[in-house]
Every structure is written in C-alpha cells, then in structure tokens.
C-alpha cells in the first residue's frame, strides 16, 4: 500500500487504498464517499445501507462522514476567494521551491500544469470545499473536495507535487 504524505507538513493526506487517478500530470483526485461511523467504531466502507438502515444507524449515535477525511483526519476548513488566492500564490511558490531541491528538471510543468489548473479552480470556487491535512498548518497543502456530474459522488483533489510517497 502506498501513503501520500504532504511534503511541506508531513500530515498524511490520502492512500492508494482509495480510486484515484492523476490529472494533468499536476493533481491527483481521489474518489471518495459518505460513509456511517458509530463512536468508537471503525469505518464502514462497505455496501450504501437503505435509507432505513441508514436512519436506524444514524438513531444509535452514529454520522455520516467523508470516508477520507475521516481515515486521514482531514480538517475543514473555509476560504474566500481572495484569501484563497492569497494562500495558493504562497503554497505553490513553497512547493516550486521545494521542486528546484528535490527534482529541478519537474519545476517548469509543474508551473504550466498548477497555473492551469489554479485558474479552473478560481473559475469554479464556489463548488469546492476545503481540508487541511490533521496539523491544520497553514503552510501545507489544502485538499479540495468537489462532486462528479452526477452532483453526488464526491472526490478530493490534491496537489500531485505536493505530495511524497511512502511505501507501507
């Protein structure tokens, strides 16, 4: 199994336990899904229940939560635009940095690619919501959390060269 870590904080984001696929060569989106906890319990990531059984484990004390924030303890957190665009510039000029240490000959797609794919997410930011990794550092990556055409399935959207892997 393979942990993605964010490189600036070391929060673990997400894992290969879950769909994903890379976009652009610049972000990974990770399928994810509302799952039902109960306290102390660990996650069901099993079959939707009906919505009987789904308000009858609801009653016993149970939530509903995004099977991958919960696995990784993500936090929500919110932006404006503006803040958010404030935040971007900085967390991507962290990560240029970090590329001309680690993998120089990365750092010119990385420009491409981020500032394509920065300029559809400010086009569509009313639709995203947002996640820190568990340290809840304001210098580490923020996860996106958006929804499929379809408007229910969701998935999370993470910066593929903020990332590193490790092996499990």
């Given at each position: 199994?393979?942990?993605?870590?964010?490189?600036?904080?070391?929060?673990?984001?997400?894992?290969?336990?879950?769909?994903?696929?890379?976009?652009?060569?610049?972000?990974?989106?990770?399928?994810?899904?509302?799952?039902?906890?109960?306290?102390?319990?660990?996650?069901?990531?099993?079959?939707?229940?009906?919505?009987?059984?789904?308000?009858?484990?609801?009653?016993?004390?149970?939530?509903?939560?995004?099977?991958?924030?919960?696995?990784?303890?993500?936090?929500?957190?919110s932006f404006d635009k503006k803040s958010f665009l404030?935040y971007l510039k900085g967390y991507m000029k962290s990560i240029k940095t970090k590329l001309a240490e680690?993998?120089?000959?990365?750092?010119?797609?990385?420009?491409?690619?981020?500032?394509?794919?920065?300029?559809?997410?400010?086009?569509?930011?009313?639709?995203?919501?947002?996640?820190?990794?568990?340290?809840?550092?304001?210098?580490?990556?923020?996860?996106?959390?958006?929804?499929?055409?379809?408007?229910?399935?969701?998935?999370?959207?993470?910066?593929?060269?903020?990332?590193?892997?490790?092996?499990?």
């Open positions: 199994m393979l942990l993605y870590e964010d490189i600036l904080t070391g929060d673990e984001m997400f894992s290969d336990a879950f769909p994903l696929k890379i976009v652009d060569d610049v972000v990974f989106e990770v399928d994810c899904q509302l799952v039902t906890v109960k306290a102390g319990a660990d996650v069901d990531i099993g079959a939707n229940p009906s919505a009987e059984d789904a308000e009858e484990a609801l009653e016993d004390g149970a939530s509903q939560v995004n099977n991958v924030a919960h696995s990784f303890r993500l936090q929500q957190t404030t680690t993998n120089p000959e990365r750092v010119a797609a990385f420009e491409k690619g981020a500032q394509t794919y920065a300029k559809s997410i400010v086009a569509n930011f009313k639709d995203f919501e947002f996640y820190t990794g568990e340290s809840m550092n304001p210098d580490g990556m923020v996860a996106l959390l958006n929804y499929r055409e379809d408007g229910v399935t969701p998935y999370f959207t993470f910066w593929k060269d903020g990332l590193k892997v490790v092996k499990l």
